[in-house]
Nanobody
Framework: QVQVVESGGGLVQFGGSLRLSCAAS????????MRWVRQVPGKQREWVGS???????DYEPSMKGRFTISRDNAQNTMFLQMNNLGPEDTAVYYC??????????????WGQGTQVTVFP
């Protein structure tokens, strides 16, 4: 069984910083591409960025420069460092992970999300 769990959300003031984590655990061979997605209630999910197993990152252009994605492959964990947060960043942040469960068996797993609320 594979689990993906986000953590680190909470309340932060305008201009503040927050670091989210996404950890994949359970029985699998390898976790490859990991992604962050966020969603505001009533709106579609918005892609934030991604990181490959090799550490190559890609970002939604409006977030590049404020958000940094990194990972610890030994812990199958991805991080999202968010700086200079504004009200538009209030959302539930989800991660999803491409996982090789068994050879020839790939699946994408989602976490349950973590709430980030930016206040004045």
């Amino acid at each position: 069984q594979v689990q993906v769990v986000e953590s680190g959300g909470g309340l932060v003031q305008f201009g503040g910083s927050l670091r989210l984590s996404c950890a994949a655990s359970g029985s699998f061979i390898r976790a490859t591409t990991m992604r962050w997605v966020r969603q505001v209630p009533g709106k579609q999910r918005e892609w934030v960025g991604s990181i490959t197993l090799e550490g190559e990152t890609d970002y939604e252009p409006s977030m590049k420069g404020r958000f940094t994605i990194s990972r610890d492959n030994a812990q199958n964990t991805m991080f999202l460092q968010m700086n200079n947060l504004g009200p538009e960043d209030t959302a539930v942040y989800y991660c999803n992970v491409d996982i090789l469960v068994r050879y020839g068996n790939w699946s994408t797993y989602w976490g349950q999300g973590t709430q980030v609320t930016v206040f004045p």
